[in-house]
Nanobody
Framework: QVQVQESGGGSVLVGGSLRLTCALSGSTAIGWFRQAPGKERELVAAIGRRGDKTYYGDSVTGRFTVSRDNAKNTVTLQMDSLKPEDTAVYYC??????????????????WGQGTQVTVSP
C-alpha cells in the first residue's frame, strides 16, 4: 500500500500563497483534504495517477492548483489568494482505485499525518 507524507504548511497573511507537497512511496491517485475545527473533512483537490485528471472543490477553484511529478513521486498543492476560511489541517491521501467523488472512507488507502495551514487577516 502506498504511503504518503505531507510537508509545507505554515502561516500566511490573507492573499498570500503556500505550497504543500505530498511525498509518495509509489504511484496512485491522490486527494488533498482539509479539516477545520468543528467542521467536516472536505476534499479540496484530487489528481489521477497519470496527472491527466484533476478535481477541485468549489471553494478553491481558481485559487488552488494540484500537480504531480511522477519521476519524483510527489504531488503538489499550490494555494494562492488564501483566505482565513482556508485555515485547516491539510492531509494528502491515496485513492485505492482512482478518484471517487464524493469520496468515501473505503475509497482511501492511507492518510498522511497532516500539516497545519493558518491564514491570518
Amino acid at each position: 500500500q502506498v504511503q504518503v507524507q505531507e510537508s509545507g504548511g505554515g502561516s500566511v497573511l490573507v492573499g498570500g500563497s503556500l505550497r504543500l507537497t505530498c511525498a509518495l512511496s509509489g504511484s496512485t491517485a491522490i486527494g488533498w483534504f482539509r479539516q477545520a475545527p468543528g467542521k467536516e473533512r472536505e476534499l479540496v483537490a484530487a489528481i489521477g495517477r497519470r496527472g491527466d485528471k484533476t478535481y477541485y472543490g468549489d471553494s478553491v477553484t481558481g485559487r488552488f492548483t494540484v500537480s504531480r511529478d511522477n519521476a519524483k513521486n510527489t504531488v503538489t498543492l499550490q494555494m494562492d489568494s488564501l483566505k482565513p476560511e482556508d485555515t485547516a489541517v491539510y492531509y494528502c491521501a491515496t485513492y485505492l482505485n482512482g478518484i471517487f467523488i464524493p469520496t468515501r472512507d473505503t475509497d482511501i488507502g492511507s492518510w498522511g499525518q497532516g500539516t497545519q495551514v493558518t491564514v491570518s487577516p
